[in-house]
């Protein structure tokens, strides 16, 4: 029986309705859009379906003001799912029209897809499979490296999407990467705002609710899992998180930082995309990736990382990429039901949803 957090990953693509009308198709291809990674996996997003032409929206309901004041992190993790929804399409033989950022009086409506007519599907299906394979793996990685030859298909992956993906690279560039995530660490742990927020989406290893991080995820036993959103509220745990998330960095094999050229909504939604593709790519080629956001999402830490790049432009994400040493679980998603609006808007002349 599939666990109940495992629920929404269960996708039997021979249950696509290939007979049936446009909203039905988008609807489909929704299953695997909401697979997509989003910070403490707060699933920011909102869709609408009006017969062949799907509305992306961003939900600000499900912001996280500490961690990610400007909703960076949000239009990142919508992206992602447009991404998904596209792989997810062109694998049924479509050729979506997406127009990201259409209404620029809606900064809420993301994008709009239109289904368009079906046609061949693209050769091979790897980049597909891997929306169902991948998870957010934070254990150690095996020490082997990454072949040269992946890490060029990750940057072509992220080039392929408007923004650009860097290894860090070289013991000393490594060695202060590490250092400014441990510092990152440390910076919004000593912050109780930031632990009030972060223990709201902490779960248990199992329970009701589709959206957040269980304990599994970080490694942690169910009885454990139960009081750490208690402990994460009361406790500054900063410097026990970073001693543990420097080791992390320091061991794990390729470190690769997402940026773009420029820091707004449209470069948002590029570094999104090109996370997307990124994270598939690895997943494809039998890579395990987790996130290590600390030093991008505090201010005075992100220019540093920047100087790291060697390149001018701004950091939006840094990955972990290695060969992974234990398989990771798959955490909860909300049903369809709560992420699909129904009826559809009406705009005006300037693009502004009434
Ligand atoms: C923009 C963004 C930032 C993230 N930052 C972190 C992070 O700093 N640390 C972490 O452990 N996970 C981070 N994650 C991973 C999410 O927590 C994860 O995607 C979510 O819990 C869902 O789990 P899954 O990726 O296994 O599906 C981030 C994800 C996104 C999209």
């Known amino acids: 029986m599939t666990e109940p957090y495992a629920a929404a990953w269960a996708i039997d693509e ?186 709201g989406r902490l779960v248990p290893n199992r329970g009701h609710r589709r959206d957040g991080m269980p304990g599994y995820a970080f490694g942690i036993p169910g009885p454990l899992a139960r009081v750490a959103p208690a402990v994460v509220r009361c406790a500054d745990l900063g410097r026990l998180r970073a001693a543990a998330d420097r080791k992390l960095a320091l061991a794990t094999p390729c470190l690769a930082i997402i940026g773009t050229d420029q820091d707004d909504p449209p470069a948002w939604m590029a570094a999104g995309q090109a996370m997307a593709a990124v994270l598939l790519q690895a997943t494809a080629d039998g890579l395990a990736t987790s996130f290590l956001s600390q030093a991008i999402e505090v201010d005075t830490l992100r220019p540093r990382l920047t100087t790291l790049t060697g390149r001018s432009g701004y950091p939006q994400l840094l990955l972990r990429v290695g060969h992974p040493s234990r398989a990771a679980r798959p955490s909860p998603r909300r049903p369809l039901s709560d992420v699909l609006a129904s009826p559809a808007p009406v705009h005006d002349r300037t693009g502004a949803r009434r």
């Not at 696509?16 to 909401?34: C, E």
């Not at 290894?167 to 990467?177: N, Q």
């Open 14 to 199: 021979r249950d696509f309705p290939g007979n049936a009308g446009p909203s039905q198709i988008l609807r489909f291809a929704l299953r695997y859009a909401i697979l997509a990674p989003s910070g403490h996996n707060g699933q920011p997003w909102r869709f609408r379906i009006d017969q062949d032409l799907l509305h992306v929206l961003a939900d600000r309901s499900r912001a996280l003001p500490m961690v990610d004041p400007c909703d960076r992190e949000m239009l990142i993790s919508c992206a992602a799912a447009i991404h998904l929804t596209r792989i997810a399409l062109e694998h049924f033989g479509y050729h979506p029209g997406i127009t990201l950022l259409p209404a620029p009086g809606d900064p809420d409506l993301l994008a709009t897809i239109r289904l368009g007519p079906r046609g061949t599907p693209p050769p091979g299906r790897a980049l597909f499979d891997a929306i169902l394979a991948r998870h957010s793996n934070r254990s150690p990685y095996q020490a082997s490296p990454v072949p040269g030859e992946q890490i060029a298909r990750l940057c072509d992956a992220a080039a392929g999407q408007g923004a650009w993906s860097q290894p860090v690279t070289g013991p000393a560039a490594i060695s202060a990467a590490a250092g400014l995530i441990a510092d990152g660490d440390r910076i919004k742990w000593h912050d109780a705002e930031f632990r009030r927020e972060l223990s």
